[in-house]
């Protein structure tokens, strides 16, 4: 991230994994068979709460500078709220990921309710 010039190493790599891992881990967090908008909504929340985490961390491995930001803990400190600024910068490209996966998500949900009515009223 200090390196002045844009590769595909050092922005799009990054970029590239955060938004797979915000596109697969709800998929993979909600239950198949959940018929609940709120159990939904509440693995997106988890989710997003994991990527501003997730995304600091990718960008401080990729991060050309060392991990212990200084001898001190003011030090380390300041670099760690460095990554986590970035993190919330990258909101940009992985939160509109995630909405469209709520939206599928949502949408399947309410196909399986719809489903289930039909096999009621049968």
């Given at each position: ?47 997003a709460l994991f ?50 996966v709520w939206l599928?998500?949502?949408?399947r949900v309410e ?12």
């Amino acid at each position: 991230m200090n390196d002045p010039t844009f590769t595909f190493a050092n922005i799009g790599l990054p970029l590239l994994i955060i938004g797979a891992v915000a596109a697969v881990l709800p998929w993979v967090m909600v239950p198949r068979d959940t018929r609940s908008q709120r159990r939904v909504a509440g693995v997106v929340v988890a989710t997003a709460l994991f990527m501003v985490v997730f995304s600091a961390m990718i960008f401080s491995v990729f991060d050309k500078r060392s991990f212990l930001g200084g001898e001190t803990l003011p030090g380390q400190g300041v670099l760690a709220w460095m990554y986590v600024r970035a993190s919330l910068g990258a909101v940009v490209a992985w939160g509109p990921v995630l909405l469209f996966v709520w939206l599928g998500l949502a949408q399947r949900v309410e196909r399986l309710k719809g489903e289930d009515m039909v096999r009621e009223n049968k």
